[in-house]
């Protein structure tokens, strides 16, 4: 059997809230907003028979992920990295889609760095689970979207970064939960390129934010206003600078933006943007929960070309940050 190939495009939040009181791991998630971009997960998934040497608590076949850099992420090091890909092995293992004497084999590329607000740990879990489904031959659309979802909310790694990549595009998340249900999200599409920013070592866990009783009510009332005021009216093109101003209001009214590697990293974009011949035309936003931002066209109408990007990145790796151009995803059919 050929090797299936799964690509999966990562998730950046520029607001929400936390619903997560359901004891039902499908109910939680969040309501917000952000978008998809093409930059994400690539896996290959293989059969092959199960190695006697895992010994008989090991579920799992071979997982090899792979670094934005090409490093193979150390699997005793990085072992939360690894095990969610266990977790997926596990749950098809014990639904008994899987014989006893065969394994998945997976090979994972994370397009993008962990732990800076991209959703890489759902993007990479959603494409890993959809690469299973496909090479056991399960045709079930919502398997892999509700297996994610699960996992993501099991281990607090994540919200509604699932729910939101389901649709792709510029997403608005009305209802929290897996998708296709009881998840509602919507979205419209873009293809504009869109430059992401990220102070490498600085990045953050998702659990500490929507896990933490100081930080949960500040961001769950900031983001629930937000979309509260996003969902008045058609979800189109024309709502963009209204969620980029959204976003800004979220950003202080939730206090994520006080912390100060946030506020020096936002200064620092801002400051590259207001030196170029670009400032009216592009804007900065940050993403959640990493130490990241987003630099964006104002309106989508007049999107900025990549090679302006590339020059913005290559000044912004210059002060040491890390920087890549991608697009804004494609609406999933």
């Known amino acids: ?44 998934a293989e059969m092959s028979e199960r190695s006697s040497q895992g010994g ?125 249900e009881p998840g509602v999200v919507t979205g419209f599409a873009s293809d504009a390129p869109v430059l992401l920013v990220w102070r490498p070592g600085e990045g953050r866990h998702t659990s500490g934010y929507i896990d933490s009783p100081d930080w949960r009510d500040d961001i769950s009332a900031a983001g629930g206003a937000a979309v509260d005021r996003l969902r008045q009216g058609e979800w189109n093109a024309d709502r963009w600078p209204e969620l980029l101003e959204e976003s800004h209001v979220f950003a202080q009214a939730s206090g994520l933006l006080a912390e100060p590697e946030r506020k020096a990293l936002l200064a620092d974009v801002n400051a590259i943007i207001e030196r170029s011949a670009y400032s009216t035309d592009l804007c900065a936003c940050l993403c959640m929960l990493g130490v990241s931002a987003a630099v964006v066209p104002r309106t989508l109408t007049r999107p900025v070309g990549e090679e302006v990007l590339e020059e913005l990145g290559e000044q912004l790796r210059a002060c040491g940050l890390g920087a890549q151009v991608t697009r804004i995803a494609a609406l999933q059919s």
């Open 56 to 180: 008989s608590g090991d579920v799992s076949g071979r997982v090899n992920v792979w670094d934005r850099d090409e490093s193979l992420v150390d699997r005793e090091e990085e072992l939360s990295c690894h095990s969610m890909y266990h977790d997926i092995a596990e749950h098809f293992r014990n639904s008994g889609s899987i014989d006893e004497s065969e394994a998945v084999d997976l090979d994972i590329r994370l397009e993008l760095p962990r732990s800076q607000g991209f959703g890489m740990s759902a993007a990479g879990v959603l494409a890993a689970a959809e690469a299973y489904s496909r090479v056991l031959g399960i045709d079930d659309s919502a398997l892999a979207p509700g297996l994610a979802h699960r996992i993501e909310r099991r281990r607090s790694t994540g919200l509604g970064d699932v729910l939101a990549m389901s649709v792709g595009g510029v997403e608005l998340r009305l209802e929290p939960g897996a998708p296709p």
């Open 1 to 44: 059997m050929n090797p299936i190939r799964v690509h999966c495009p990562a998730h950046i939040t520029l607001l929400f809230s936390i619903h997560d009181a359901d004891s039902r791991l499908s109910h939680q998630g969040s309501r917000g907003a952000g978008f998809c971009v093409e930059a994400g997960v690539n896996v290959v």
